[in-house]
């Protein structure tokens, strides 16, 4: 059984920037072995919220966050025990690396795997890396270059290579922003069967289309303005007078397969 120690807390975080407030008093608890999907507009404050959740920005206006039930100062150490995985990351890894190279990369925090810099990988971290690719359904990738993998499978690579350094939770930012839709449905099939193995990380999934939040995401967290405007249980938060009060537009939703699609009146 799961700790029950949250991987992450937020407590009455905010942040001002460029003389403006971006977040206001963020409340939030992500429990070791608790999988959320984070919500919200462009604007609604998701990226400064996750700058601060993964130690890339500080809350400069009052708060406090936690992992694992302390407040971690070391910012190069908290960066390595969370993976975020980025739509801006692909185009960053070299084209011609060997995928299991990218994935063993994660291990040593770089992009583009160099030997000389940060350390050799041994025989038991190229053994994991297989393991990882394989539970991605991408074991037959490992040969492959980088650059030839489709937008579907570079992220599923991706989500491999965050998990190289242990991590207790990952964050997926937009994992599906670019994808067609048969792309995007194999994508999430392959997670929702990740979700369900064990010993995985704590998951965070960013979105902005509800249709993409799987019965894996127990729980959902909605950003408008800055401000949690609801957070619970995804079956009691995402219901169409809630999702009417963040886009202001008159909903239905359908539910079908445990995923819930919304449907304009």
């Known amino acids: 059984m799961a700790s029950r120690i949250p991987a992450l807390e937020l407590r009455n975080v905010s942040y001002v920037g460029n003389g403006k407030a971006i977040l206001h008093s963020i409340n939030w ?3 070791q072995g608790d999988h959320w999907a984070l919500l919200g507009p462009n604007g609604s404050g ?7 959740a993964c130690g890339y920005l500080w809350p400069n206006a009052g708060g406090e966050v936690r992992r694992k039930g302390r407040a971690l100062i070391n910012l190069p150490e908290l960066r390595k025990s969370i993976g975020w995985v980025t739509s801006t990351l692909p185009p960053q890894i070299p084209l011609r690396e060997k995928v299991i190279r990218t994935v063993v990369s994660g291990k040593f925090a770089q992009i583009g795997y160099l030997e000389i ?4 990988a041994s025989r038991r971290d190229y053994f994991q890396a297989e393991k990882y690719l394989a539970q991605m ?24 290579r965050a998990r190289m350094t242990k991590p207790y939770l ?12 048969g792309a995007r449905e ?41 401000r949690v405007l609801y957070s619970g249980a995804t079956r009691a938060v995402l219901k169409p007078d809630v999702l009417q009060d963040l886009y202001r537009v008159s909903l239905d939703i ?10 304009i009146r």
């Open 46 to 52: 998701k990226t400064t919220l996750l700058k601060i």
């Open 170 to 181: 990952i964050v997926l930012d937009e994992p599906c922003a670019g994808m067609d839709p």
């Open 29 to 31: 608890k992500v429990r």
């Open 254 to 263: 359908i539910k079908r397969k445990g995923r819930r699609w919304p449907v």
């Open 117 to 120: 810099f940060g350390g050799e």
């Open 186 to 226: 194999n994508f999430l099939a392959t997670l929702q069967a990740v979700g369900k193995q064990k010993n995985i990380p704590s998951l965070i999934y960013v979105t902005h289309h509800v249709e993409e939040i799987l019965p894996l995401f127990g729980k959902t967290l909605i950003l408008k303005e800055g």
């Open 137 to 160: 359904g991408c074991d037959d990738l490992r040969n492959e270059e980088f650059g030839v993998l489709s937008q579907g499978e570079q992220q599923k690579v991706l989500i491999a």
